[in-house]
């Protein structure tokens, strides 16, 4: 604090006013003046400039406000601070001007900045008041159309661009205008024509989907609904366990789903589960017609997966479940066995799209503790 009143004593303040001339100085300022030149000029008397429009406000018509207010908003738009341009050609389109040329140069301006500001149906909405005062209003036209480009309505575009061409037949604008409004226009029909190729297809690919699975007798899973009253059963907490053949999401939980290769066999995404070590593995495109054993030669090979310490998750150490949820029992299943053919057992419902298995090692401590209690059933 010391050091701060020492440099404040010793450093000159840099505004201050100058020893040599502060009279002449003391008298620029207005509250101190002792005489006010007859013509104020704004560049040399800005504050007395400023005083006097104060002052005289009242004494200026309603259009003389609003080209005041306008001039305001030209001079926030060229900083581009459009929010406040807005607001300046708001205040003066309220004095309603009867000058109506003032009017429609305070709305086309007031387009500009919500069109800068991104605001396209506001833009779009003053351009079309301005229009409809003087209908020949070029900057209205162009904004216009150009505000109908950025909402993607382009036969809007085109009839707004035939208007002005028919006022202004030769102008460079108008003419770019509509070239480009027209070339927008036949890329959007084009889309929506692919679009809607696409999604047929995709209808198509979906209806000979679901065909191939119920020809199989497969059964999927509705999904669970969820309860609308505290009062709802506990069997629609859980979902229906009748056969739904809207219960094939168009996102699997894996992100994979179900499809048909050219052969006609069906490849499903199928979850093994480990419970012993808490781990999963995952198989995004199991063929129906291959059996388990296939897929666990591989994936317990050479290369053993890193949880496994013991080293006991062999093929041939390995028994393969699925359970029964809605009686809460297990159906033990021979490796060999085709994954088409367990799929189409009566009791097995794919929940989510994807088919899971429960593997255990047999004989483990855990393949007792783990089974223990439980019903099961042989395929």
Known sequence: MDAFIDRFRTEKYANAFNPDNWEEEFEKVPMFASSVPDVIDPKTHPELACIQAIIHDDDKTPDEKAIGLKDEGNAYFKEKNYKKAVVSYTAGLKFNCDDQDINVILLT???????????????????????????????????????????????????????????????????????????????AERDARKAMVKEKKGRGQKEALL??????GIKLLKPAKRPKHSSDSEDEERGSSEPGWDGLPSQEATGYRVFIDEQGSLHWPVLFLYPEHQQTDFISAFCEASSFLDHLVVMFGEELPPWDSDRKYLPQNLQLFFEDFEKESLYQVNLETPLLQVLQHKRYFIKAGSPSFIILVKGSSFYKQYLEGKKLYPL
């Open 109 to 187: 301006n007031r387009a500009a900045a919500h069109f800068y500001l991104g605001n396209m149906r506001s833009a779009l909405n003053d351009a079309v008041a301005a229009k409809k005062i003087k209908p020949d209003h070029l900057k209205a036209l162009v904004r216009g159309i150009q505000c109908c480009m950025e909402l993607r309505n382009h036969a809007e575009a085109l009839q707004w661009c035939e208007e002005g061409l028919k006022l202004h037949p030769t102008d460079k604008k108008l003419l770019e205008l509509r070239t480009n409004a027209d070339k927008q226009k036949r890329a």
């Open 211 to 216: 065909a191939a699975i119920k020809e199989r």
